[in-house]
């Protein structure tokens, strides 16, 4: 395919997927991940600045998804959360097949487990705000960004593991009834 060729990013991560799991995340490089796609390093270059950002090059979008449902949702701090988290089910739900293998990969890799729980801290200190004029103040919004946040990391976890697991919605929303959310 020529470098110009459109659809460059997906392809670049799809052949970085493939190429962590057959390979190791380690012994995979940004040329074989190019090679792979059928791009150039320089290719590769002008959509990550480098191979973990295939894995996460999407953090901004998905916060804001996040933050923007939060906001959007009608009722009290627990619905804004869980509207929150129901849009990020929504988003992910189609994308299940590449995103069991994004886990997978990152759970196998330290560095990249631990760049995991900093997206997801991340995403609890964007979310916390969206919260705020839900409750009564900071404190209590902070704490209901962190229960949004362990809600969806048990859900997701069970998601990516388990092939029989609902749809992560469902498991989100199990997750709420069982604690009493």
């Excluded at 996460?56 to 959360?81: P, Q, Y």
């Excluded at 962190?146 to 998601?159: D, S």
């Amino acid at each position: 395919m020529g470098r110009w060729e459109p659809g460059s990013r997906a392809r670049l991560q799809a052949a970085a997927l493939d190429l962590f799991l057959e390979r190791g995340y380690e012994a995979t490089t940004t040329a074989d991940i190019a090679e792979r796609a059928g791009v150039t390093d320089r290719t590769f270059y002008r959509h990550f600045k480098d191979k973990s950002e295939v894995l996460f090059g999407d953090e901004e979008r998905i916060t804001a998804l996040l933050v923007d449902a939060a906001e959007r949702a009608d009722g009290d701090v627990v619905n804004a959360h869980r509207a929150a988290l129901r849009a990020l089910a929504q988003d992910f739900q189609p994308r299940r097949t590449e995103i069991v293998k994004r886990a997978t990969v990152v759970q196998s890799t330290p560095d990249l487990a631990e760049r995991e729980l900093l997206k997801l801290q991340a995403w609890s200190r964007a979310l916390a705000p969206a919260l705020r004029t839900r409750t009564t103040g900071a404190y209590v919004s902070d704490v209901h960004a962190e229960i949004a946040i362990a809600v969806f990391r048990t859900a997701f976890r069970w998601w990516v593991n388990d092939a029989r697991a609902p749809g992560l919605d469902h498991l989100i929303d199990r997750a709420y009834q069982g604690v009493g959310l």
